[in-house]
């Protein structure tokens, strides 16, 4: 009876929290996309496939797109995203649950060999590798179930983000040609695919196959798809990823804080919006000297000349961090500064 009483409040929780959730979405104004006629589909077809034979496809591979169709419901879903007013603490709440948690610690306990030698091999902590399939596919089991193929191909006859997505197309017709089995490319309605949901340019670039078997199976095995994480984290342009250090650290501010972030502000800076929204790099030294501290009130680790970034996320009067170079590799992953810190945060439940 206690039991069952537990249950019905643990579901009476999450209900509420959806509703709560759900209330913080707002629909984005957008109608049922128009659709191309069977003649400028057929046209369309005909220039991605000459495309592909110019990019090196093979024929065999370039004949699939023979039985492509547009799908309303992706062009939708790109065009129609709701915008999300959801604070951090609602994006933490949802996504750092306990179970993720658990589930974390328990695959870092289950393949902790495999993790240290492929942390070891590409100089990353292995808490960030799960991590990162934590957030991406719930450690694998949320893939995704939309053709890989009817994505990529609608969008990039989409006019909104042709190029980009002309480009993931030849990557994922260069992938059949790799011999990756066409039951393996579904996932995402972008086209992000395996357990890292990695697109499809990027499997291209980042895949690694750790076993040695002949290809990077991000789908179905665990050692490759850590590697494959581990190789895009580190191996980004002019970032390289430290292992000596962390991600960052939640802090209390100043009371003058308002004051402080106007005065440095970066001015200038490029990659996404979430890297461009951190402030100018100081040592921990000079944060402590401006009056900032560790979130438990204590003074900052100042015995190294570590420098970090300032994010508010969400304003000042909230929480705030200070951040350290390998933040910046974490937001390639996915530009966003709820996303990063959620994977540092689990990170920091997760390791050993």
């Known amino acids: 009876m206690k039991s069952m ?3 019905i409040i643990i579901i ?7 509703s709560i959730l759900s209330n913080s979405l707002i629909a984005a104004d957008c109608t049922k996309p128009t659709m191309p006629s069977q003649e400028e589909w057929k046209s369309w077809i005909e220039e991605a496939k000459l495309l592909s034979l110019q990019s090196g496809i093979s024929q065999k591979t370039v004949n699939i797109l023979n039985n492509v169709n547009p799908a309303s419901k992706i062009l939708l879903r790109d065009r129609c995203q709701i915008e999300s007013t959801i604070t951090l603490n609602e994006y933490l709440y949802y996504r750092l649950d306990k ?15 495999e993790l240290k ?13 799960v991590a990162i399939l934590g957030l991406e596919s719930y450690y694998g089991k949320n893939q995704g179930k939309i ?9 990039a006859f989409d006019r909104r983000r042709s190029d980009f997505y002309k480009k993931q197309l030849i990557a994922t017709l260069e992938i059949i040609d790799k011999g990756i089995p066409l039951e393996n490319l579904f996932g995402s309605w972008g086209g992000a695919v395996g357990m890292p949901q990695m697109i499809p340019t ?27 994480i581990a190789n895009y984290l580190t191996s980004i342009d002019k970032n390289p990823w430290s292992n000596n250090i962390s991600w960052g650290r939640e802090v209390l501010a100043p009371n003058n804080i ?7 502000k970066q001015k200038g800076a490029k990659g996404c919006s979430a890297v461009k929204s951190r402030s100018v790099a100081k040592t921990l030294s000079e944060w402590q000297k401006l009056g900032f501290r560790s979130i438990d009130g204590k003074d900052l680790p100042t015995n190294n000349n570590l420098e970090a970034r300032l994010i508010a996320p969400d304003g000042t009067k ?21 996303y990063a810190v959620a994977i540092g945060l689990l990170s920091d439940a997760i390791k050993y």
């Not at 030698?117 to 590798?129: E, T, V």
Request: hydrophobic share 40%; glycine share 4%.
């Open 147 to 155: 053709n890989t193929i009817d994505a990529v191909t609608t969008l």
């Open 318 to 338: 909230n929480r705030i961090f200070l951040v350290y170079t390998n933040y910046k590799n974490i937001l390639y992953y996915n530009c966003s500064n709820y």
């Open 99 to 113: 179970a993720r948690i658990v589930a974390g610690t328990n695959m870092m306990n289950k393949y902790k060999i």
């Open 202 to 228: 990027t499997y291209l670039e980042s895949g690694y196959d750790w076993n040695e078997d002949g290809f990077a199976d991000i789908w179905n095995n665990f050692e490759d798809t850590f590697a494959s």
């Open 258 to 264: 308002d004051e402080i972030y106007e005065n440095i």
């Open 5 to 7: 009483k537990k249950i």
């Open 117 to 129: 030698l492929i942390g070891k091999s590409f100089g990353i902590q292995p808490r960030f590798i």
């Open 12 to 18: 009476s929780f999450s209900l509420f929290y959806l």
